[in-house]
Nanobody, 126 residues
Framework: QVHLVESGGGLVQPGGSLRLSCAASGFTLDSYAVAWFRQAPGKEREGISYDNNCDTGPYYSDSVKGRFTISRDNTKNTVYLQMNNLKPEDTAVYYC???????????????????WGQGTQVTVSS
């Protein structure tokens, strides 16, 4: 059974950093594409980062490019999202998602992913 658990969220001041973790169980994560999404109150779920097993990537949305970094530790079956220089507009619930996504797909479309974690809250505020 595929299971994803996010952790690492919390309250941080503007300009601060957090590292989110997404631990997978029930399958081998390195065989799958992985994406991070976020959803702020009243807004649609936004794809912010994506890593696949194709020859391109990783990918980032314009809103986080240069500040966030996605990485994997296959020995721990875990994916990370390092978030630096956080801004108040980064406040949202953050989700990891995975599935067998074809290379060249619109990775930011949440409908591509069947498996989701429960989400972790990130709040950026002074």
């Amino acid at each position: 059974q595929v299971h994803l658990v996010e952790s690492g969220g919390g309250l941080v001041q503007p300009g601060g950093s957090l590292r989110l973790s997404c631990a997978a169980s029930g399958f081998t994560l390195d065989s799958y594409a992985v994406a991070w999404f976020r959803q702020a109150p009243g807004k649609e779920r936004e794809g912010i980062s994506y890593d696949n097993n194709c020859d391109t990537g990783p990918y980032y949305s314009d809103s986080v490019k240069g500040r966030f970094t996605i990485s994997r530790d296959n020995t721990k079956n875990t994916v990370y999202l390092q978030m630096n220089n956080l801004k108040p507009e980064d406040t949202a619930v953050y989700y990891c998602a995975t599935d067998r996504v074809e290379c060249g797909s619109d990775w930011f479309e949440y409908r591509l992913y069947e498996y989701w974690g429960q989400g972790t809250q990130v709040t950026v505020s002074s």
